[in-house]
């Protein structure tokens, strides 16, 4: 949704520009599905991205098609974030350029990885 503050982009970029992740985060119904009550789940992490250099683990398909599930992001810089929406409206902060932390739960482990936002994809 175009907002006013998105007019200085769009004149310089001719485009709104966001800062993100360049993952891609699972809809909230399909991560409830998958047992994901709180947090954003990320599917996808291409593989020339800053997400991958800085480690992040997308979901995949294990033995016998087992879905093993990737990284959930539980806050940024230390904002909860319970949803996906949460953390797209959190992302929406910050510029491009801008280094965070994220909180992800990998399996049972609740780690810090540090993240420069890019262009969200």
Not at 24 to 29: R, S, V
Not at 84 to 102: P, Q
Request: net charge neutral; charged share 20%; hydrophobic share 45%.
């Amino acid at each position: 949704p175009f907002r006013n503050e998105d007019s200085p982009q769009l004149i310089q970029f001719g485009k709104v520009v966001r800062a993100g992740l360049n993952v891609e985060i699972a809809p909230d119904l399909i991560a409830n599905q998958l047992n994901v009550r709180n947090g954003a789940l990320i599917l996808q992490v291409p593989v020339d991205s800053l997400a991958a250099k800085a480690g992040f683990l997308p979901t995949t398909r294990g033995f016998a098609g087992k879905i093993v599930l990737g990284d959930i992001i539980l806050a940024v810089d230390g904002k909860t974030v319970k949803n996906r929406a949460e953390l797209y409206k959190t992302l929406d902060e910050y510029s491009i350029g801008d280094k965070v932390v994220l909180n992800i739960m990998r399996g049972n482990q609740i780690l810090e990885l540090p993240i420069v936002l890019e262009e969200n994809n």
